[in-house]
């Protein structure tokens, strides 16, 4: 069952609200821990997935989903699929990632440690909205002024115009204003409602 | 001329403190037929069973209603007491006005008049009931167990000691099945074999058992008490007459490397080959599929050294026919192998094993001679990693079930090697510990506090080889599902316990139901464990679910008294309420059209052909036949029936219409 | 039955020499690549991490338009392009309403007719491929599938999740010994080559001490991410272990073409970070390994030992099921 409805903040449990947008019942997790187990970055992660789980199984403590849209994990999970695939219950977790992820953008709840994942997310998908593709120089730079990580990589950079895989000038699609109009009633419009 | 008895029940209060029982007795006199009406506080009380009797023979009553509870709860009282009345008993009907009444309205009027309308509708029921008398259905005192493991060692024990004969029939060369494999047993720490084997050989030396081993069931044919069974004894390839068992031939057979079914696959055996030491009957069994002589014609070693000349190379398989009144299926159960967790490397590394090659390990008269050596290579393992829950309550590896006697097992397997491997590390990753039995919590306690097994809660995600050491890679949730990697030198997979291959097929050869896993079905979860709802077909152990050694020995014990009450009658009685193919005079002898859509569609296949003749012999029509001691009056073949041919007595075509019609023209029938 | 192709963004920019072998080796091969016109952007993680419909939008647009100009299949050589574009069809062809509403924000009527095929897929369906080998590929290679080519193994239906074998068995094809390693599909680091260059350092670390350790002469991948996580972040690598590796790592597509006798220089050999050669001053295969020598599950296809063509060359990628 999936809806569209906007964001309720804090009446419905958000178990029930990632069940109704994704169809994922973390109910039917027994906490067996798998897919921590297997995740390649629960050692970096404040809670790893099966806690995730856990945070929201707990239905009647509001208090425990908020600290799984805070958590640095949602963010640390780099949709590798292991978890799903290794769940004994079949439960898509990177499906719930991606929702928990959704809500906590929504809710304006992102964990401060996950500043530079995020500024790189964005900095990617302006790329794409500006010209449709990805356009890689553009992108570090809108990257490096987000995250202000000004001095990263730019030893690579020569190496990588030198070898011929860095452009100087971006690809454009010519359906470019279709991408606009695409991010306006996606991305955007979601970005102006919270 | 009908008189009918009407006795309606208060019940206490439960059904008088709903219904107006007064009028509902005063309402019954008026119906015509009745000849008698009272009401009573307690029917089923022996004062009120006596103003039955005494009604019965004061008014000459040909037939009783008594309104009150359910049948399912006094028919059988009444009509006893009828009977001892003289009234035959199966002129007594309940009308139920308890369940069906009192206990689901509120007090009014119309509550009452339901109850009328239930009396009313039973009386006219009754004023069609036949006199009829059980069904006597002859026992043959033998029972038949398919299996020869613990379960059916023990079920054949107590029928045999019961007085009865058994026929006990095994598919391996020797009885004793997956205990003769363990080492030792929980939550004792009891060997297995010193056990088991007295108990083997009591059922080899018991004067009523016969033991046919290395056979299957062929099929099955007949009803309770006289079952039919066709036994395929399988061509061992020697005149067991002959045989001394010396084992001269195992020991020089030139084909020495196969791999061996009782040391799951961890040892070798020749192809002439006695299972393990103790088998029974210590006989040996020629291999076919891998026996040089049947591959290729050459060799015959064995025939020529053996000193009694048994070897029969050309012996064919024999089949047995035997007649028995009661089957227990003791088929055992088996454990899930093969390719279904690529993650672990179960089949690919040869030091990722299961339970049953762990129990080979640890066993003194296993591959290793008891020595804890891992597979590959033959070192002592000094870090063992055991892995509970592989494949049960899993779904996505198919099974949702808990196989149950893993966690018991698994400490068992972790105290074992500790107690071989002083220096040795065991780790168990778990879920949950099910340990339910008597002394099962202090013995998985044991494990934990004194021999230092360290338990992690968590499963484990992988498992992969790198530089000889496996590499676990697990989580521990109670440390918030923290990553845990242990290197390890080998792991054991407490995998999941399941059907054993053949299941499907003897579940059909003898009508019996099955689960989607394939364990076999009792009668009821709760009340009738070791019943199949095939008359005289019984369960006992492992392949009705998995389960451990004492609840295996006990649930045998428990068919073996369901068999030995079966056959401690001379003749089996059973209520009359079954379908009946019409009789007409001829030319007609039965509107029976001969179709058979009632054989068909018969659950119980308790329809048969009979051919009706003529007085010199020729056929006239065949027509169906309901055989009286299959037949469970389901009434499906009544309501398949196109030429209303067939009939359940007890509940005719007339007796239903008559029901119904006093339903609808309500009051009319009232004088 | 027509086949479009899919580059998607790094093909331009760092996955250049994938691209360039990609194109070489079609040609050498005689199969044409008819680029989807003005493909855009599949959204890759970024999309999915922030935007549901946008995840959905952006590889439907790319699919409509492959439907649009007759494609029955799709080529996506990038492994994270091939899985978006899979999991969108996926999804709409599962939801009715999901797929009449991005076909709404894409202003385009998204039938999902177009199948998607990764570059293994298509590799292995091509039964010539044996009998254009001038210098069949003798290394020792450790095929390195990465996380998004085999799962979710439920959609992709491609090959086994644990242990798969299309790509050991097509590199058999071109006369390489694939090598039975532990990181087949364990993740690199993904997309935090630029945010998190310290996971992909531990991470990609993991995957070379593995192949190194069992005595790989190259790393063999199929995804233009994991190539430059184990090539270009080599420098970082190193310096998270402490240790240094020599091992290269290639595109499937270079070492087909190299196998089909193409020059280095037009497979784009020149363009990696750790420089390209075989055999030299890496680990030998160590000696007693517990793991079983023949550990090849069954696999639907007939495994070609490298001389005669496959049969059904449509069905030698598909291996068996767990």
């Known amino acids: ?194 | 001329m009908a008189r009918i008895g009407v006795f309606i029940c208060h019940c206490g209060e439960n059904i008088s403190a709903t219904v107006d029982v007064q009028k509902v007795a005063a309402a019954a006199a008026r119906i015509s037929g009745v000849a008698h009406s009272v009401e009573y506080k307690y029917m089923c009380s022996d004062p009120g069973q006596q103003m039955i009797k005494n009604a019965i023979k004061e008014k000459n009553l040909t037939g009783v209603v008594v309104a009150a509870c359910s049948p399912r709860m006094h028919e059988p009282t009444f009509r006893r007491a009828c009977a001892e009345a003289g009234l035959n008993p199966f002129l007594c009907e309940m009308a139920n006005i308890r369940e069906h009444c009192s206990w689901v309205h509120e007090k009014s009027d119309a509550t009452t008049d339901k109850a009328i309308d239930i009396v009313r509708t039973l009386v006219a029921k009754v004023k069609k009931n036949k006199a009829l008398l059980p069904i006597k259905v002859p026992v043959t005192k033998t029972a038949l167990v398919i299996g020869g493991g613990i379960a059916g060692i023990q079920a054949s024990l107590d029928i045999a000691n019961s007085g009865h004969k058994v026929i006990l029939v095994e598919k391996e060369p020797s009885i004793g099945g997956h205990m003769s494999q363990l080492s030792e047993t929980f939550p004792t720490l009891d060997c297995s074999q010193c056990i088991l084997t007295p108990r083997m050989v009591e059922v080899a030396q018991h004067p009523n058992i016969t033991l046919y081993s290395y056979a299957e069931l062929e099929s099955l044919d007949g009803f309770i008490g006289n079952f039919k069974a066709r036994i395929r004894k399988k061509a061992r390839s020697l005149d067991e007459k002959l045989c001394t068992g010396c084992g001269l031939c195992t020991q020089k057979c030139p084909t020495r490397k196969i791999a061996s079914e009782f040391d799951a696959g961890l040892g070798m055996r020749p192809a002439i080959y006695v299972p393990f030491p103790q088998a029974i009957p210590n006989k040996p069994v020629i291999d076919r599929l891998n026996c040089t002589y049947y591959l290729k014609g050459k060799c015959r070693l064995c025939e020529k050294i053996c000193p009694t000349q048994a070897i029969r190379f050309d012996q064919e398989d024999e089949i047995i026919e035997v007649e028995v009144g009661a089957v227990v299926l003791a088929t055992g159960f088996d454990i899930k192998h093969g390719d279904f967790f690529p993650e672990y490397g179960y089949g690919k590394y040869k030091d990722v094993i299961d339970g049953l090659q762990f129990e080979r390990l640890a066993s003194a008269s296993g591959p290793t001679l008891g020595e804890m050596r891992r597979p590959s290579d033959g070192k002592v393992p000094e870090t063992v990693v055991f892995v509970a829950c592989a494949g049960s309550r899993d779904p996505a590896k198919g099974i949702e079930y808990c196989s149950k006697i893993c966690c018991m097992y698994t400490a068992k397997h972790a105290m074992l090697y500790k107690h071989k491997v002083h220096q040795g590390k065991p780790y168990v990753f778990y879920m949950d510990i099910r340990a339910g039995g008597k002394m099962y919590e202090e013995f998985v306690r044991r494990a934990m506090e004194e021999d230092g097994v360290q338990y992690i809660r968590g499963r484990v995600s992988r498992i992969y080889e790198r530089g000889g050491k496996l590499i676990v890679k697990g989580a521990d949730t109670l440390l918030g599902g923290r990553p845990m990697e242990i290197e390890a030198d080998m792991v054991v997979l407490a995998t999941a316990g399941v059907a054993n291959a053949g299941a499907e097929e003897l579940a059909q050869k003898v009508h019996i139901s099955y689960d989607s896993y394939y364990f076999y079905s009792e009668a009821h979860p709760k009340l009738r464990p070791v019943e199949t709802n095939t008359a005289g077909i019984f369960l006992a152990g492992a392949c009705q679910a998995p389960k451990d050694i004492p609840e295996s020995v006990a649930q045998a014990s428990g068919a073996a008294a369901k068999v030995a009450a079966l056959f401690s009658q001379a003749e089996l009685i059973r209520e009359p309420l079954i379908a009946v193919v019409d009789r007409q005079a001829p030319p007609l002898y039965s509107t029976c059209t001969g179709c058979f859509l009632c054989q068909t569609s018969c659950p119980y296949q308790a329809i048969e052909k009979e051919e009706i003749r003529g007085r010199d012999g020729q056929l006239i029509k065949t027509v169906a036949k309901v055989n009286p001691g299959l037949c469970q009056g389901c009434g499906t073949c009544v309501a398949l029936c196109r030429s209303k041919s067939i009939d359940i007595q007890g509940f005719s075509h007339e007796q239903v219409y008559a029901e119904v019609l006093a339903l609808l023209n309500r009051g009319e029938s009232d004088v | 039955m027509k086949t479009g192709f899919y580059p998607g963004c790094s093909m331009k920019g760092s996955a250049r020499e994938y691209s360039e072998s990609l194109l070489a080796v079609s040609q050498a091969l005689g199969r044409e690549l008819p680029e989807i016109p003005d493909w855009n952007c599949c959204g890759a993680t970024a999309a999915h991490n922030l935007d549901h419909d946008l995840a959905l939008a952006l590889p439907a647009r790319i699919l409509a338009a492959a439907e649009k100009n007759g494609m029955d299949e799709v080529l996506v050589p990038c492994a994270a392009c091939y899985s978006r574009l899979s999991v969108t069809r996926h999804e709409l062809l599962e939801d009715e309403a999901l797929r009449k509403k991005i076909s709404g924000l894409i202003e385009a009527d998204y039938r999902g007719s177009a199948r998607v095929l990764n570059i293994i897929e298509w590799l292995a369906a091509i039964p010539e491929l044996e009998s254009k080998i001038r210098a069949p590929f003798a290394h020792r290679v450790a095929c390195y599938y990465g996380c998004l080519l085999v799962r979710p193994a439920g959609i992709l239906n491609f090959d086994r999740p644990e242990d798969p074998q299309s790509m050991d068995l097509l590199l058999k094809r071109i006369g390489a010994t694939p090598l039975d390693w532990a990181f087949k599909t364990e993740c690199c680091g993904a997309g935090f080559s630029v945010s998190r260059t310290d996971v992909v350092a531990k991470l990609s670390g993991l995957i070379l001490e593995d192949a190194v350790s069992r005595g790989a002469e190259a790393v063999v991948v199929a995804c233009p991410m994991c190539h430059l996580n184990l090539d270009m972040r080599r420098p970082n690598i190193e310096k998270y272990s402490g240790k240094k590796y020599g091992i290269p790592v290639i595109y499937l597509t270079q070492a087909v073409g190299l196998a089909l006798g193409l020059d280095e220089k037009k497979l784009g050999l020149r363009r990696h970070k750790v420089k390209v050669k075989f055999g030299e001053g890496l680990a030998k295969p160590p000696s007693a390994s517990i793991t079983p020598a023949s550990a090849m599950p069954t696999a639907g296809a007939k495994s070609a030992s490298g001389d005669s063509p496959a049969g059904a060359g449509s069905t030698a990628a598909k291996s068996g099921e767990v």
């Open chain 1, 1 to 194: 069952m999936r809806s569209d409805k906007p964001v309720q903040h804090a009446s419905q449990p958000l178990a029930d609200r990632v069940l109704e947008k994704t169809g994922v019942d973390v109910a039917r997790c027994y906490q067996c821990g798998k897919c921590s187990a297997g995740c390649p970055l629960a050692a970096e992660m404040d809670f790893p997935p099966s806690q995730i789980m856990h945070l929201l199984q707990l239905r009647d403590f509001p208090e425990f989903a908020e600290m799984a849209l805070r958590s640095h994990t949602i963010w640390l999970c780099l949709t590798c699929e292991i978890c799903y695939a290794r769940c004994p219950m079949e439960i898509d977790i990177p499906k719930l990632m991606d929702a928990l992820r959704h809500e906590a953008l929504a809710q304006d709840k992102v964990n401060p440690k996950a500043k530079d994942i995020l500024a790189f997310h964005r900095a990617f998908l302006d790329s794409v909205r500006y010209t449709g593709r990805l356009f890689e120089m553009g992108q570090i730079v809108d990257y490096k002024l987000r995250s202000r990580h000004f001095l990263q990589d730019l030893l690579q950079a020569p190496w990588m115009f030198f070898v011929g895989k860095l452009h100087l000038l971006p690809e454009r699609v010519r359906g470019r204003r279709l991408l606009g109009r695409i991010f306006a009633r996606t991305l955007k419009a979601k970005e102006k409602r919270s």
